[in-house]
C-alpha cells in the first residue's frame, strides 16, 4: 500500500511540473497575444531588429524571450522563447531521464504546426526547451485546434504583433531586456 501512495504521489507532481512547463509557454503566448495591435500593415520591408528579454523564474528556472521585429512597421516576425531549468532545484526531475519522461509528452502537441519548432536539449545537469514561433508562416487555426494558443489569439497576417505592446507587457511580468 505504501509503495502504490508514493507513486500516486509522484505521478501527481511530475503533472504539477508538466502544468508549470506548460503554463510558462501559455504564458508567454498570452502576453502575445494580448500585445496585438488593431493597425493593419502588410508592408514587410525594412530590417529587422532584435530584442532579448530575460528572466529568473525561480532558483535554477530561466527564462528567455527573444523577438525579431520590424522597427519600422512595430512588428514582430518572429519569437523564440528559451526556458533553462536545472534538474536539481526541480521536484521530481532530478537527471535527464526524469526530464524527458515529464517533458516528451509535453512536447507533442508542437508537431505538425507550421510556422512553430520546438525541441528540448537535454544535458547533464540541466535541460533547455526552446520554442519557435513564426508568425510569417504560422497555422493559426492548426495551434489554437491543439490548444497551443488562445482562441482569441488574431492572425499575424492579419493583425500584427506590435513590438511596442509586447515590450510594455514584457516588463509589466517582471523581465528585463538584455541589452
Known amino acids: 500500500m505504501v509503495k502504490l501512495d508514493k507513486h500516486f504521489y509522484m505521478e501527481e507532481k511530475m503533472k504539477r511540473i508538466r502544468n508549470?512547463?506548460?503554463?510558462?509557454?501559455?504564458l508567454l503566448v498570452v502576453i502575445l497575444s494580448?500585445?496585438?495591435t488593431r493597425e493593419q500593415n502588410t508592408r514587410?520591408?525594412?530590417n529587422t531588429t532584435t530584442k532579448v528579454y530575460v528572466k529568473e523564474v525561480r532558483k535554477g528556472?530561466?527564462?528567455?524571450?527573444?523577438?525579431?521585429?520590424?522597427e519600422s512597421e512595430d512588428k514582430i516576425i518572429k519569437h523564440?522563447?528559451?526556458t533553462e531549468g536545472?534538474?536539481?532545484y526541480l521536484p521530481n526531475m532530478k537527471n535527464k531521464e526524469e526530464a524527458k519522461n515529464l517533458l516528451d509528452p509535453n512536447g507533442k502537441k508542437f508537431e505538425d504546426?507550421?510556422?512553430i519548432k520546438h525541441s528540448v536539449e537535454y544535458q547533464e545537469d540541466k535541460f533547455i526547451d526552446i520554442l519557435e514561433i513564426d508568425y510569417s508562416n504560422l497555422d493559426v487555426e492548426k495551434a489554437k485546434s491543439k490548444g497551443v494558443i488562445e482562441k482569441e489569439f488574431e492572425d499575424p497576417s492579419k493583425v500584427p504583433v506590435s513590438m511596442k505592446k509586447t515590450?510594455?507587457?514584457?516588463?509589466?511580468?517582471?523581465?528585463?531586456e538584455q541589452k
Open 20 to 26: 508549470i512547463l506548460l503554463s510558462l509557454t501559455m
Open 86 to 88: 536545472i534538474y536539481e
Open 113 to 115: 504546426i507550421r510556422g
Open 80 to 82: 523564440i522563447s528559451k
Open 34 to 36: 494580448t500585445a496585438c
Open 167 to 176: 515590450e510594455k507587457q514584457m516588463i509589466e511580468w517582471g523581465y528585463t
Open 61 to 70: 528556472f530561466n527564462a528567455t524571450v527573444i523577438y525579431e521585429y520590424i
Open 44 to 46: 514587410t520591408t525594412g
